[in-house]
């Protein structure tokens, strides 16, 4: 494990996403951003992993003990900048699961 110049210590995203996948365990599954929003039932978690093909994209997230799956649009993920170790935000909406970037 690594420092930075403050002291603090530095986890990879992808080790830091490969531990809560393991653990289940790590981040509230209450947003801690300042977006309005409608949707009540949100998760902060660490994306675990992102298959993409041509037109369509199914990226994973571990919140908590909470594992997440949501398919999305290929174009999302680039514009998102998704991937193993990104931290972000699953908004739970009837059948449609939305990610934000903090």
């Known amino acids: 494990m690594e420092r930075d110049g403050a002291g603090k210590r530095v986890i990879e995203g ?3 996403a490969r531990f809560a996948q393991e653990r289940g365990a790590g981040l509230h599954a209450v947003p801690e951003d300042d977006v309005s929003t409608s949707v ?5 978690g660490i994306v675990t992993g992102v298959k993409v093909d041509d037109v369509a994209a199914q990226v994973e997230i571990q919140s908590g003990p909470h594992r997440l799956v949501s398919l999305v649009t290929r174009e999302a993920v680039e514009e998102l900048g998704l991937d193993v170790g990104v931290t972000v935000t699953a908004r739970v909406k009837s059948t449609s699961v939305h990610i934000d970037l903090p």
Request: hydrophobic letters at 50%; zero cysteines; glycine letters at 0%.
């Open 40 to 44: 009540r039932n949100s998760f902060v």
């Open 14 to 16: 992808t080790a830091l």
